[in-house]
Each structure stands twice: as C-alpha cells, then as structure tokens.
C-alpha cells in the first residue's frame, strides 16, 4: 500500500484501453493502471478502481480528478471529475510537464493516432486519424496474430532486419495482401516485421502529419511507442532522434491528473466532485432513448446510479442534459415518461 498519502487522479478512457494514473503532490507518479477497456468502459472504470483502493487505502485521499479520452464524459459522471479535457490537451499537458521544450508529440494508440504540434509550450497544431486502421496499434496487433509471434517480440525482432521489404501501408487491406505476398516470395520474418513498420510510419506521415512542421524535440507516446521497430522507423525517416518518455503509454491519464492539480491548486476552498474510492461497489447502469420533443430525434444517454439519474447528453438543445435529475423515489412528469413525446 502507498500509504495515508494525498494523489491526483487522471483517468483517460479510451475505446481500447481505460488508463489510470495518481499524481502525488510533489508532481511524481505513484501508480499508473492499464486496463482493455473490451467494450466495457463502465464495468472496467469501477475495477480500476477497485485495483486502486486495494494498492492505496481507503486512508489516502484523492485531492482531485481528470479524465480525458472518447468516454471521458462517462468517467467524469462516475469518477466525478473536477475537470474534463480533450486528448490533444491532455497529451500536450503531459508532454510539456515532462520536458517543456518539447515541439512535437507522435501519439499512436489502438484505434487512432494524432499528432500535436507545439510551439512555446502552446498547442499551434494537431491532427487525427479515426478513420483507417493502417496507421494504428490494432493493426499491428492483428498482424502479429496471424504471423503467430506476441506483439513483445513485434519491434525487437522488426530490428533483426538486414533488408527490409517495401509494403504497401497506405491502407490495412492492402498492407496484409502485400505481406503474404511478401512471405509467399520467400522474405525473411524480420524483413518484413522492418517493411510493415516503415509502411506504418509513412502512412501515418503522408497522412496525420501531412503539410506539419515536425521539430525536435520530438515525443512518441501511445502504446504504439513500445515497439522499438517503429521508433526506429520514425527515426530514419524523420532523420532527428524520437524520445520515448517514461510514461508513453498513458500520458493522457498523466496530462488528466496534471490539470486536475492546476484546477485544485487554482480554487483551494473548493472541493473536490470525486465520489470516493468506494465506486466499485456502486451499481451504475446505462441507457438510451430517443427525444421525441424535435426534428432532430436526439438519442440521448443517461447513467443511472441505484436507480437514480446522475447525468445525461446527447441532447443538443440541452433539454435532457439540463433537466434536473429524477430519482427512483421521485415521481416522473408525463413527459419524462413519454421521452419527449
């Protein structure tokens, strides 16, 4: 156990994997927590927590929480967070506490990439890619699969290379059919393991970095940054060294709990939103309905707490998400009932 300690909580929840992280006060991580998120966030956010209280205590004290990533709005309504930020955000945050003289972060996680420009400490740029797996960790992790090698063994073995292959990367589709291709000719692994970590690199360039200014210092983070085959790749292409921080893999849930502590130390009377470290044993459900109220045909979410609404969006005149909350104990107007109609 960490012991009576007092922490920041940064929380970045993600399609792949929930990312957990305390911050102590004196600005040192005391504990970071991966997790597959498996479609689950909810159930997996609470087992984080329950991992968290078991490694801490209930004595330590949360100061205040963050929570970035594409569920960052649901693990706020759960965690109770004191701020909500974007990933681009988070990551920049992060990046600048480690080395404030950073001016590039190379960010690949499992299902999307970015790149962060940053120019004085300040976001100038970024860019996202949603849309094509090619350029993601999945894809490596597929790959790996049906090459029957685990993804530890991806990036040590890509450097064996002595020739690697040219693989068509702009798309995932087609990277696989030139692979097997490539195997049917008779290449060896590394060879191949080297070419599809290029191929990657040059499509996450010629794509996400399209038309930016990349400068040095340069970041890698994601938990792509743990394969060394594709740091090596990004080195020669970009021809300047990439720094693969301490952190790499959950610099998100860093950059959430870094800004968390600025919100608190900014505002020391108020306190903090956390619901406790008990929330592993609260009961949280989710649902949907569709508003009836409009054209639009909102469907609109709510999570629910023993029964109790806690939170709802979706809704883009506010109407539900503004509405006060309705308790299980409490009697539901017509139109809650009806959900708009």
């Known amino acids: 156990m960490l012991g009576e300690d007092n922490f920041y909580l940064g929380a970045d ?3 792949v994997s929930t990312n957990l992280v305390l911050l102590s006060e ?26 968290l209280r078991s490694k801490i205590g209930s004595a330590a004290k949360i100061l205040g929480v963050g929570t970035t990533g594409s569920a960052r709005q649901l693990a706020a309504t759960l ?5 909500i930020k974007n990933e681009i955000t988070a990551h920049a945050v992060a990046a600048s506490r480690v080395d404030p003289s950073v001016q590039t972060i190379l960010e690949i996680g499992g299902q999307d990439s970015k790149i962060i420009v940053l120019r004085d400490g300040v976001v100038s740029d970024f860019a996202m890619n949603t849309v094509c ?4 960790g999945s894809f490596l992790d597929q790959q790996a699969a049906r090459l029957g090698i685990p993804i530890e063994e991806f990036g040590r073995l890509a450097l064996e290379a002595k020739n690697p292959v040219k693989i068509a990367g702009r798309c995932s589709v087609f990277a696989e059919s030139d692979m097997i291709h490539k195997q049917q000719l008779g290449h060896a692994l590394p060879d191949i393991l080297a070419g599809l970590c290029q191929a990657m690199v040059r499509n996450y360039l010629n794509n996400v970095g399209k038309n930016k200014e990349i400068r040095g210092p340069i970041f ?8 060394p085959g594709i740091c090596q ?20 849930a860093l950059g959430a709990a870094y800004l968390a502590q600025e919100k608190v130390t900014m505002n020391p009377e108020q306190r903090t939103r956390f619901r406790g470290l008990h929330l592993g044993e609260t009961q949280f459900n989710a649902q949907s309905f569709e508003c009836s109220g409009c054209a639009n045909r909102c469907e609109v979410i709510e999570i629910l707490q023993d029964g109790s609404s806690l939170a709802r969006w979706g809704d883009r005149c506010g ?7 309705v308790g299980h104990n409490q009697k ?8 708009g109609a």
């Open 13 to 15: 929840v993600g399609s």
């Open 26 to 51: 004196d600005d040192k991580v005391a504990l970071t927590l991966y997790l597959r998120t498996q479609g689950r966030p909810m159930q997996t956010i609470q087992e984080g927590m329950k991992i």
């Open 79 to 83: 965690l109770g967070a004191d701020v």
């Open 133 to 136: 797996a090619a350029g993601t």
């Open 220 to 227: 890698f983070q994601g938990g792509v940054a743990a394969n």
């Open 233 to 252: 790749a990004f080195e020669e292409e970009l021809g300047q060294p990439v720094i693969v921080p301490e952190h790499y893999g959950v610099m998100g």
């Open 319 to 325: 109407k539900w998400s503004n509405a006060p909350r």
């Open 332 to 339: 539901k107007s017509k139109e809650e009932e009806q959900r």
